[in-house]
Structure formats: structure tokens, C-alpha cells
């Protein structure tokens, strides 16, 4: 029997142009999977937060024309606006959070609406995603995507996979800063979720929900002291308040739940994720890609999920 249908998703913002002509490419072509589609969603909202002061933001326009670029190519079949309706977005923040906020993205200016809304877009069984700066290793005879569906399908409490963070240490261990146990299927168990590149099964992903949205803390000593729900409601009528990360909120619905997010064991795939955004990390991430599409990896880089820039140039 074949496996279910699954579609490649990204997200992309005017903070990306300078580098996604790199990094979508390779992560599709890594990724080595039939897709039933692969798309890419642009977010049109206004930056805000840190995003405002990132280096390299290239134009709305600009960004539109990679992505058509994109879909010229064949890397991509088809763009999509973030749908920024007000009562769609209504109708999605209730099912999602049981409350219609009118927060589009949390307090460093990332989406939290266009996360749940690529959720809710996507038209295959299961969903990937990865954040358009990621990086991935795969062997040629090797799909994390495979794997992670066949596990998900045997593992019912299963929520969330992504592959090895980091290239494989020889021990098979991982550095993290979050709790796990190992899974003798060949997974590590957290309850805490990442959401830099992930499959999930859609349908599974309604059964946490709603989710309670959570909040930065507020200045005002009694408006921190109110409950979420009450905060909630608070942003509702008055457009206050400033929503924590995506990640926070389902890592706390996965707490909340018999849930968990799983990393795969297998050394036959790894992502790396780039914190670094200086001159000289832009003038060696093509080199960078090809190294790690190569296999090839500083021995002390292993293990770990973010990029050490001063080990690669």
C-alpha cells in the first residue's frame, strides 16, 4: 500500500530574499520526496519586531519575484498569500485558540497566524515544513519524510517528527536543552516542539486544539496577573498585548496532552539551522549548503542543532 499523500510547505517574508534562491532549492532537492505539491506561502503583513532590523530585506516585490522564479523553475508548483481576511482569520483563530485575536504574529514579528494557516491550507494527509533558512542532509537511499510517516501511522500519539538535529555524533546522542527519552523505534520523545521543520499528519494536529494563546509579560503588574483567557479578550477589543511564540504555545498543548513531538535517530538525515546573519556567514552560506549536501560537517559541529560559525569559515 502506498503511503498518504504529503505536501511540502514554506513560508517566506521580505527577510528572506536574500538567501531563499539558495535554500528553498536545496531543501527541496534534499529532500528527495514525491510531494503532491509543494508550496510557498508569502506573508504581505507589515515586518515587525526584530524583523524590522534584519540585514539584507529586500521589497514585496522582490520577494514575489523569486517566488515566481520559483515556480518557473519547477521548484515550486504554486504561491499563496497569507490570507489576512478579517473574518477568516476570525473563523481560524477561533477553531485554533477559541478566541478571535487580532494578533497576526507574536512579539519578534513571527507569523503565528501563517503557521496555522499553511496547517489549515494544506491539501494532502500530512504536511512538511521547513523555515526557509534550513539546512538538510539526506543519502540518496534515505527519506526522513518516509520514515517519519511510517512511524506516525504505527504511533498514534505521535504529533509532530522532524529528522536528526545537527550531524550524528558517533554515540548517537544529541545536545539539547529540553528533556527527551529515547524510543527504541528509532526516535527520541519530546514534549517540547520545534517549528523550524516538522511533518505532522493535519487531521492529528485538531485533536490539540483549541490551544490557549499565551502572552508576554505586560508592564502593568494587574494586567500580567490576568488569566490568558482574559488577556485574550483584552487583545480582542483593544489590539494590546504582544503573543508569545508559536512554539511555546504547542509545546505547552503537548505538556497538556499524551501528545509528543519525535527527532529521528537515523544518521542518514540532519538539518542545521544558521543563527548567524554577518557579512561573512552570507559569503559563505552557498559554500556552506554545498558542503552539508556533500555530507560534509566540522567533527565537532556534531550533535548540535544550530550552525557554530567559527567552525565552518
Avoid at 2 to 17: K, N
Avoid at 114 to 143: A, W
Avoid at 207 to 224: A, C, E, H
Wanted: hydrophobic residues 35%; proline residues 8%; glycine residues 6%.
Amino acid at each position: 500500500m502506498g503511503l498518504p499523500s504529503c505536501s511540502l510547505w514554506f513560508f517566506t517574508a521580505r527577510t528572506d530574499v536574500w538567501f531563499m534562491m539558495n535554500t528553498i532549492p536545496h531543501l527541496v532537492k534534499m529532500s528527495q520526496f514525491p510531494f503532491q505539491e509543494k508550496v510557498l506561502a508569502i506573508d504581505t503583513a507589515p515586518l515587525s519586531g526584530e524583523k524590522v532590523n534584519r540585514p539584507g530585506l529586500g521589497t514585496t516585490e522582490e520577494l514575489r519575484a523569486c517566488g515566481e522564479k520559483l515556480v518557473k523553475d519547477g521548484i515550486i508548483d504554486r504561491l499563496v498569500d497569507f490570507n489576512y481576511d478579517p473574518s477568516y482569520r476570525q473563523r481560524i483563530y477561533q477553531k485554533h485558540f477559541g478566541s478571535p485575536l487580532r494578533s497576526t504574529h507574536n512579539y519578534k514579528g513571527y507569523p503565528i497566524f501563517g503557521s496555522i494557516f499553511k496547517i489549515e491550507s494544506c491539501r494532502s494527509d500530512y504536511m512538511v515544513h521547513y523555515d526557509s533558512d534550513m539546512m538538510l542532509y539526506q543519502e540518496p537511499d534515505y527519506s526522513w519524510i518516509r520514515e517519519g510517516i511510517e512511524l506516525m501511522e504505527t504511533h498514534p500519539e505521535m504529533m509532530f517528527v522532524r529528522p536528526l538535529s545537527g550531524p550524528p555524533r558517533p554515540d548517537g546522542t544529541i545536545y539539547s536543552p529540553h528533556p527527551c527519552t529515547k524510543n527504541p523505534d528509532g526516535f527520541y520523545q519530546f514534549k517540547f516542539f520545534g517549528s523550524r521543520a516538522y511533518l505532522l499528519n493535519c487531521r492529528r494536529y485538531d485533536r490539540l486544539l483549541p490551544m490557549t494563546p499565551l502572552w508576554r509579560s505586560y508592564k502593568n503588574t494587574f494586567l500580567d496577573h490576568l488569566p490568558d483567557g482574559l488577556k485574550a479578550w483584552g487583545n480582542i477589543l483593544t489590539g494590546k498585548g504582544k503573543l508569545d511564540s508559536w512554539e511555546i504555545m504547542v509545546s505547552r498543548s503537548l505538556e497538556q496532552s499524551n501528545y509528543y513531538r519525535a527527532t529521528l535517530t537515523n544518521a542518514k538525515g540532519w538539518t542545521l539551522h544558521p543563527n548567524e546573519r554577518s557579512a561573512a556567514f552570507r559569503q559563505a552560506w552557498p559554500t556552506i549548503i554545498q558542503k552539508i549536501e556533500a555530507g560534509i560537517y566540522p567533527p565537532p559541529q556534531a550533535g548540535y542543532y544550530d550552525l557554530i560559525p567559527e567552525l565552518w569559515y
